[in-house]
T-cell receptor, first 116, second 114 residues
């Protein structure tokens, strides 16, 4: 149980275009989802927290107009990188919290974004 | 604000031996949870072990155990009988009830030598 999927696993896009990454909880309802960014050989950096039906809460320094997060249902959150630039190239990981297990998060497999 | 510190960027252990990864944390909350995650080359985050702060007993999961020193705010991970498959990045994380946000340490890369 507690499986989180991400799609796509790898995406290449051209500079100036937008790309959407989906995060789904497959066998539980996720009241809260989190989006992280991870640079090579670095730790996970929390970008934003999203609650179903509410606006996402962004961490300090994260541009909310560039990284659009939507959490329209209890099983789906999306991250859209708008007007992507090469510096947005990174590994993006989502996680989801099952309200029944309180504080534990379940992680998706990640999405590698390359902007050319 | 919470902080999590992992002071060992890299550790090596001989196969079948025991290794301990260090983690210290700081939080002003009384209700918090601590985790160790493993991130292999696939980059999938895998939960290794969790510890509820209100529990005095150290958590154990097969070959993995923690030494939770609440007063010292220390949460080390011991891996016994190390296996080649244990080679990965290990992250310590802390979260509190209310925000549910994880604060991660910088990670420790574990190498297992055959």
């Amino acid at each position: 149980g507690a499986v989180v999927s991400q799609h796509p696993s790898w995406v290449i896009c051209k500079s100036g275009t937008s790309v959407k990454i989906e995060c789904r909880s497959l066998d539980f309802q996720a009241t809260t989802m989190f989006w992280y960014r991870q640079f090579p050989k670095k730790s996970l950096m929390l970008m934003a927290t999203s609650n179903e039906g509410s606006k996402a809460t962004y961490e300090q320094g994260v541009e909310k107009d560039k990284f659009l997060i939507n959490h329209a249902s209890l099983t789906l959150s999306t991250l859209t990188v708008t007007s992507a630039h090469p510096e947005d190239s990174s590994f993006y990981i989502c996680s989801a919290r099952d309200f029944r297990t309180l504080n534990e998060q379940y992680f998706g497999p990640g999405t590698r974004l390359t902007v050319t | 604000a919470q902080t999590v510190t992992q002071s060992q960027p890299e550790m090596s252990v001989q196969e079948a031996e025991t290794v301990t990864l260090s983690c210290t944390y700081d939080t002003s909350e009384s209700d918090y949870y601590l985790f160790w995650y493993k991130q292999p080359p696939s980059r999938q985050m895998i939960l290794v072990i969790r510890q509820e702060a209100y529990k005095q007993q150290n958590a154990t999961e097969n070959r993995f155990s923690v030494n939770f020193q609440k007063a010292a705010k220390s949460f080390s991970l011991k891996i016994s009988d190390s296996q080649l498959g244990d080679a990965a990045m290990y992250f310590c994380a802390c979260t509190t009830s209310g925000t549910y946000k994880y604060i991660f340490g910088t990670g420790t890369r574990l190498k297992v030598l055959a």
